[in-house]
């Protein structure tokens, strides 16, 4: 048994030392050894814990490697991703997506100025499709910034239901046809909302 426990331990020990190694910066390796070793699990439900760590440190610099402005701790990554009940372990082709998701949905700056400048020219050029002037795309990008980025009071901003199934581009795109299509009807506009083929065309993603 004790010896067991002593590879166990030892395990636990390799695994802090990779997030520590890995996470550099990004995950605080100094607050995060605190962290796991000042819990109080059992051996083997502290070797899983590390290795959701690790997996979180992962995805943290993957995620700092696109976004590099953007830093988010690991607890509130880990809270985006229980959010959608997804594993820290899982594999995910959008996961950079999914960090600056996370760090727009917390009002993190760099991760709302890295939003401003790769998806906004997204909601622009969707507007613009849609009705080709400047201020129908002006007032869908303000839209979409409030309906996006902003909580309501006592909510979340719509940015915390992104869960990584597609690029971020594309749900950005979506959400500003839906948006611009609801915003011609309500003004009368000639637009058939129900049109399936009007809004995969125009929703694509190229």
């Known amino acids: 048994l004790r010896e067991d426990e ?7 020990e390799m695994r802090v030392d990779r997030v520590v190694g890995l996470a550099g910066e990004v995950a605080q390796p100094r607050v995060l050894r605190r962290a ?7 051996m083997r439900a502290t070797v899983g814990a590390v290795d959701d760590a690790l997996a979180l440190a ?3 610099e993957l995620g700092h490697a696109r976004w590099p402005r953007v830093v988010v701790a690991p607890s509130a990554l880990a809270a985006h991703l229980a959010r959608h009940e997804i594993p820290p372990a899982a594999h995910r082709a959008h996961a950079a997506d999914l960090y600056l998701a996370a760090a727009c949905a917390i009002g993190d700056a760099a991760a709302t100025t890295t939003f401003e400048a790769e998806l906004v020219p997204v909601i622009r050029g969707a ?4 009705l080709d002037t400047h201020d129908f795309a002006d007032e869908i990008v303000q839209l979409l910034r409030e309906r996006v980025l902003v909580a309501p009071p006592g909510g ?3 940015i915390a ?7 971020l581009r594309a749900w950005i795109r979506i959400a500003t046809v839906r948006t611009g299509l609801n915003l011609m009807r309500d003004r009368r506009r000639d637009v058939l909302v129900g049109d399936d083929h009007l809004f995969e065309t125009i929703a694509a993603d190229h």
Do not use: E, I, M
Request: aromatic fraction near 10%.
């Open 36 to 42: 796991l070793h000042g819990r109080t699990f059992t």
């Open 156 to 158: 979340t901003p719509r």
């Open 127 to 130: 507007a613009r499709r849609l």
């Open 58 to 60: 992962r995805w943290c």
């Open 161 to 167: 239901d992104y869960s990584g199934q597609g690029a």
């Open 6 to 12: 002593a590879t166990l331990g030892a395990a636990v």
